[in-house]
């Protein structure tokens, strides 16, 4: 079995002229990440791998949450590839962690997100929103071979307000 939990970085800003990849989090994303990760610790694994793109506003919202979930913030791989917005390149990055790890959380970006647990969870959603936490459970052995799961669950900010 196959535990894969996504979660779309939290609310940016877009008040200073910088390039996409180095937008922060405003103030509301600051804030509903703290509020997602801190109600999300019964349904985290013992153990697991944390990958995160390594765009600021993914990797600020990977460090509200490791903290919060109290993992060590060496432990988040930061991988430039997870900077994407097709679930087609989010699939093929995701299908390449080693079959050691079976529980594995990503921090990236929609459309991706989206669009990735709408082709392998069972429940349909709209729009994962910004701090949107999605937790997929496959029946497979190998992470090249995940097709469909089931969705375990879903928290967004709205959720826990």
């Given at each position: 079995m196959k535990q894969l939990i996504l979660v779309r970085h939290a609310k940016s800003s877009w008040e200073a002229p910088l390039r996409d990849f180095d937008r922060p989090l405003?103030?509301?994303?600051?804030?509903?990440?703290?509020?997602?990760s801190s109600s999300i610790i019964s349904y985290l694994p013992k153990y697991f791998i944390v990958w995160s793109s390594?765009?600021?506003r993914a990797s600020e919202?990977?460090?509200?949450?490791a903290q919060n979930i109290s993992i060590s913030y060496d432990s988040i791989i930061?991988?430039?590839e997870l900077y994407?917005?097709?679930e087609k390149k989010l699939e093929q990055i995701?299908?390449?962690c080693s079959n050691d790890y079976n529980h594995l959380i990503?921090?990236?970006?929609n459309e991706a997100i989206t669009n990735f647990v709408n082709k392998f969870g069972d429940i349909f959603i709209d729009n994962v929103s910004t701090s949107g936490f999605v937790d997929i459970i496959f029946e497979n052995e190998n992470w090249m071979d995940i097709k469909k799961g089931k969705t375990n669950k879903i928290i967004f900010p709205r959720d826990l307000k």
């Amino acid at each position: 079995m196959k535990q894969l939990i996504l979660v779309r970085h939290a609310k940016s800003s877009w008040e200073a002229p910088l390039r996409d990849f180095d937008r922060p989090l405003n103030s509301k994303g600051i804030n509903d990440a703290h509020l997602v990760s801190s109600s999300i610790i019964s349904y985290l694994p013992k153990y697991f791998i944390v990958w995160s793109s390594s765009a600021k506003r993914a990797s600020e919202t990977a460090m509200i949450f490791a903290q919060n979930i109290s993992i060590s913030y060496d432990s988040i791989i930061f991988k430039d590839e997870l900077y994407t917005f097709d679930e087609k390149k989010l699939e093929q990055i995701i299908k390449t962690c080693s079959n050691d790890y079976n529980h594995l959380i990503v921090f990236g970006h929609n459309e991706a997100i989206t669009n990735f647990v709408n082709k392998f969870g069972d429940i349909f959603i709209d729009n994962v929103s910004t701090s949107g936490f999605v937790d997929i459970i496959f029946e497979n052995e190998n992470w090249m071979d995940i097709k469909k799961g089931k969705t375990n669950k879903i928290i967004f900010p709205r959720d826990l307000k």
